[in-house]
């Protein structure tokens, strides 16, 4: 039986059930956000080997007491990969609960090759016991072509086209989740970034759906 969706598409809500966020991002209230129909938030932890989200530790304990799904992205670049995979899951700190993901895309000075790409992943799976979520759009498309690889079908895709119709690699069947667009917040309690804008991601199914899904 197919999931009753949250939404029926991209555009529909005005509250989207997941943000991304960065220490770029003002956050005012997650009890506020929540209260407006927010259900999760993916936050960045760490970029290389080195670079740390001065804002993530807190965010994390105030979004979590106001009821909301929490993640962690690492985004990558082209530092030797176990450096990367220790800064992560230090600052990260995962629990079982947490949603953990790779955000693979391009970087014009500082790139995470594909191979290296596979190797964090590997990594993660082997220190966790379960499968990253991998963040990215055109770059895995070029990267993979027409290809069809097992590998990078076990994760779950987070696929990044701001697009009405999202078109995913061949190596998924679909997206697990949707980042659709960045634009003005509609997200009460947390106004953005500088510009007053925010990512907005799309979940095609019900919040129970979300939830058991959230950090599998």
């Not at 993901?101 to 970087?107: Q, S």
């Not at 895709?157 to 697990?176: F, G, I, R």
């Amino acid at each position: 039986m197919p999931r009753a969706p949250i939404a029926t598409s991209a555009e529909a809500p005005r509250i989207p059930v997941v943000i991304d966020l960065y220490q770029g991002n003002v956050v005012n209230s997650f009890a506020q956000a929540r209260a407006a129909g927010l259900l999760g938030v993916v936050h960045k932890a760490t970029t290389g080997q080195t670079g740390k989200d001065k804002t993530y530790t807190e965010r994390r304990v105030a979004a979590e007491s106001a009821g909301l799904l929490w993640g962690a992205y690492h985004w990558g670049t082209n530092a030797p990969v176990k450096a990367q995979v220790d800064n992560f899951l230090l600052k990260a700190q995962p629990g079982p609960n947490t949603l953990v993901a790779l955000d693979y895309e391009i970087d014009a000075k500082f790139q995470m090759g594909f191979d290296q790409a596979r190797e964090f992943l590997e990594r993660i799976h082997e220190k966790l016991g379960r499968r990253a979520v991998l963040y990215s759009g055109h770059l895995i498309k070029e990267k993979l072509g027409n290809s069809v690889d097992p590998f990078w079908g076990a994760h779950r895709l987070w696929h990044a086209e701001y697009n009405p119709t999202a078109k995913v690699q061949k190596s998924w069947s679909s997206y697990w989740l949707w980042q659709y667009a960045e634009k003005a917040s509609t997200v009460p309690g947390i106004p953005g970034n500088a510009g007053g804008k925010i990512d907005y991601n799309h979940f095609d199914g019900s919040e129970a759906d979300l939830r058991a899904e959230w950090a599998s």
